[in-house]
Nanobody
Framework: QVQLVESGGGLVQAGKSLSVSCAAS????????MGWYRQAPGKQRELVAL???????NYADFVKGRFTISRDNAKNTVYLEMNSLKPEDTAVYYC????????????????WGQGTQVTVSS
């Protein structure tokens, strides 16, 4: 199984920057994709950024040009650098991973972190 531990987050003023990170641990063969989703009060969870094992990235339109996702494969850690933050970026940010548990099977499972609060004040 995979455990995801997030760090970072907090309170920041609009226009400033903040970073969050997420480390994966446990017993697994490989991680297919790792990234971030967010959920604001009263809204559905939505994709923020995702990085695949081949380094392809997928960003939500609302963060393109402001957020950057990166990954340290050796540490099984993904980072999200958030610049030019806006009050509407306020949400709980959840780390996400899609991992293969066994090398002899292509089956994969999805895992979530416990979430970290990001609050942007105006």
């Amino acid at each position: 199984q995979v455990q995801l531990v997030e760090s970072g987050g907090g309170l920041v003023q609009a226009g400033k920057s903040l970073s969050v990170s997420c480390a994966a641990s446990g017993t697994f063969f490989s991680i297919n994709a790792m990234g971030w989703y967010r959920q604001a009060p009263g809204k559905q969870r939505e994709l923020v950024a995702l990085m695949f094992s081949d380094s392809r990235t997928n960003y939500a339109d609302f963060v393109k040009g402001r957020f950057t996702i990166s990954r340290d494969n050796a540490k099984n850690t993904v980072y999200l650098e958030m610049n030019s933050l806006k009050p509407e970026d306020t949400a709980v940010y959840y780390c996400y991973a899609n991992a293969r548990l066994r090398g002899w099977s292509m089956a994969s499972n999805e895992y979530w972190g416990q979430g970290t609060q990001v609050t942007v004040s105006s």
